[in-house]
């Protein structure tokens, strides 16, 4: 018989006390407050809710936070995997600079990045005049809300891939463009069906962030009702304008969002560790039989 690992030896007190402080922590922190979140508003009924909700700023703030989000995560998707690829499979002077760079949004405040992009798309800032001579706004209007929340969900699907393809390495790749298949073809039939799992839960916490991000947003938006605010943004105007059920209500919007965004993370969680070892070998690809007569031959 194999040895019984060490932690199961500790007593039966020990690891009874461990789960009651780890259950404990996690419903006084996280649990206790999204209840909170839906009990307030929910506390004057379910017409003042649904009220809340529909009301045009409300709407606004949703439907920019939906649009934010679909032109967000896209771009991220498309900029995460060529940054990913890049890293993993080739070597070049600046590799490691490029790292950094993608790892920059995970170390500078949000609220700093919101800055910068007033410093160089505000009025005043260095590309101000240009702009206003164009007639293009960027800060205090709908673009500089999706760049602000471009820099700060960019780093969640590449460096999710990352990890990933580097553990996974290029030797189902090579072997595809050994049987003859062009770039497409190896990465629609190899390279992707390996990643899509990794790459499916980068792109919920892209979404997720996307959705529920403040600081940068706040500072370029400008808080304009109806125009630039998010979901975050007219919670936190509702609630300093003393509406506190309606703000409620509106955050249980991004509660809820939450919730399906651990629910899918547990799925894919599940699902790619399940389906780890039990990716297929590259299939058939145009010039695989020839070179395999020739091979033969």
């Known amino acids: 018989m194999s040895q019984r690992p060490a932690h199961l030896n500790e007593p039966s007190w020990v690891r009874g006390l461990i789960l009651a402080v780890s259950l404990g922590f996690l419903t006084l922190f996280l649990l206790l407050p999204l209840v909170a979140v839906f009990a307030e508003a929910l506390k004057k009924g379910w017409e003042l809710y649904a009220e809340a909700l529909v009301e045009p700023d409300a709407l606004a703030a949703i439907r920019l936070t939906l649009l934010v989000a ?56 260095w590309l101000g005049p240009v702009l206003q001579e164009s007639g293009f706004k960027i800060v205090y209007a709908v673009p500089g809300v999706v760049l602000a929340t471009l820099f700060v969900t960019f780093p969640f699907i590449a460096r999710e891939l990352i990890p990933l393809m580097q553990a996974q390495g290029s030797e189902e790749e090579q072997a595809a463009l050994t049987l003859g298949a062009t770039g497409w073809q190896m990465f629609w039939r190899v390279t992707l069906p390996n990643i899509k799992w990794g790459l499916l839960y980068g792109v919920i916490l892209c979404n997720a962030r996307a959705m529920g991000e403040f600081g940068a947003v706040s500072v370029v938006s400008g808080h304009v ?65 020839p070179l395999r007569m020739q091979a033969a031959g």
Not at 80 to 88: K, Q, S, Y
Not at 96 to 115: E, K, Y
Not at 259 to 278: D, N, P, Y
Request: hydrophobic letters at 55%; charged letters at 10%.
């Open 70 to 125: 679909a032109i967000a995560v896209p771009l991220n998707l498309v900029l995460g995997v060529a940054a990913a690829w890049a890293i993993t499979r080739f070597e070049f002077r600046g590799k490691q600079f490029l790292v950094t760079l993608i790892d920059l949004p995970f170390s500078v405040s949000p609220v700093v990045a919101g800055l910068v992009y007033v410093l160089l798309f505000g009025t005043h800032g």
């Open 225 to 289: 009702r109806g125009l630039t605010n998010t979901i975050p943004l007219h919670v936190e105007i509702l609630y300093n304008e003393y509406a506190y059920q309606a703000s409620f209500a509106v955050a249980s919007v991004l509660a809820l969002l939450a919730l399906v965004t651990l629910i899918l993370k547990s799925v894919i969680q599940w699902r790619g560790a399940r389906l780890a070892h039990e990716q297929p070998l590259p299939s058939e690809f145009p010039g695989a039989a």
